[in-house]
């Protein structure tokens, strides 16, 4: 008998940088909400996974009419979002037991292949802490803002070929987790791989995906579009 499986999908950002009234992960790709779209992509890939959505306190109700309307049906238990993602995450996984693996996943990642997802879930069987990169292809500038220029620093420089850039689903098992983020709030986690790495823990890497996007602009969205009317993408 393996681990029970669970997903937290983040969906608790107010989505400023969209510039939409409504939050992001709600805007409709191929008429259905990106975070729909992402909650089913984890449902196809793992049918037995339990669904906890982290939404903000004002759209809870807006989500459960979402769902009804769309006759969207999968059992969710829904969390109230908090100041900052960590605080989010740290509220959903009070509803996740010990001895299980969680994945964490972006709502605003609508593109995770099934195949990812579902090869992820197998290996974090035995591994306890499992997190997607992809490499880095552009070249990196260290810079500043100097009376409101970009300025190099002097000296700083990167080496690309040491660059990943991190994506979820961030798959863990749950005591390493839970116990992760009972530290300290700490700017410089952006992801719970940072939060997990900072309490000692090794993380092991798996290669993500190219179209992994995480939709944050309205380029974005053009971007989701038009990978959405691939034929080759399904
Ligand atoms: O803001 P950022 O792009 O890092 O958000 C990544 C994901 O975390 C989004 O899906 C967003 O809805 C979620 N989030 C959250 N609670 C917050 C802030 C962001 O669930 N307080």
Not at 13 to 29: A, C, D, N, V
Not at 42 to 62: G, N, Q, R, W
Not at 202 to 215: A, H, P, Q
Request: proline fraction near 4%.
């Amino acid at each position: 008998m393996g681990r029970k499986k669970y997903v937290i999908v983040m969906a608790a950002g107010s989505g400023t940088r969209m510039g939409s009234e409504l939050p992001k992960q709600f805007i409709e790709l191929d008429g259905k909400a990106i975070l729909q779209m992402t909650i089913e992509t984890f449902l196809k890939a793992c049918p037995d996974v339990s669904v906890i959505t982290v939404l903000p306190e004002a759209h809870m109700a807006y989500w459960r009419n979402y769902c009804l309307q769309h006759n969207f049906t999968c059992p969710q238990v829904l969390v109230k979002g908090g100041i900052t993602r960590f605080h989010s995450v740290r509220n959903a996984l009070a509803k996740v037991p010990e001895g299980a693996v969680v994945a964490v996943h972006d709502g605003v990642r609508p593109l995770v292949s099934e195949g990812l997802v579902a090869s992820m879930f197998e290996s974090a069987e035995s591994i306890q802490a499992l997190i997607p990169v992809i490499p880095c292809v552009d070249t990196m500038k260290v810079l500043e803002s100097k009376d409101g220029q970009l300025v190099t620093i002097p000296g700083a420089s990167v080496d690309r070929s040491v660059l990943f850039g991190a994506q979820t689903p961030q798959i863990f098992h749950s005591e390493i987790i839970k116990e992760a983020y009972s530290q300290a709030y700490d700017t410089a986690f952006t992801d719970d791989a940072s939060v997990v790495e900072k309490y000692g823990k090794n993380l092991s890497y798996v290669m993500g995906e190219r179209f992994n996007i995480k939709i944050t602009t309205q380029d974005d969205l053009l971007l989701a579009r038009a990978i959405l009317s691939l034929s080759s993408f399904s």
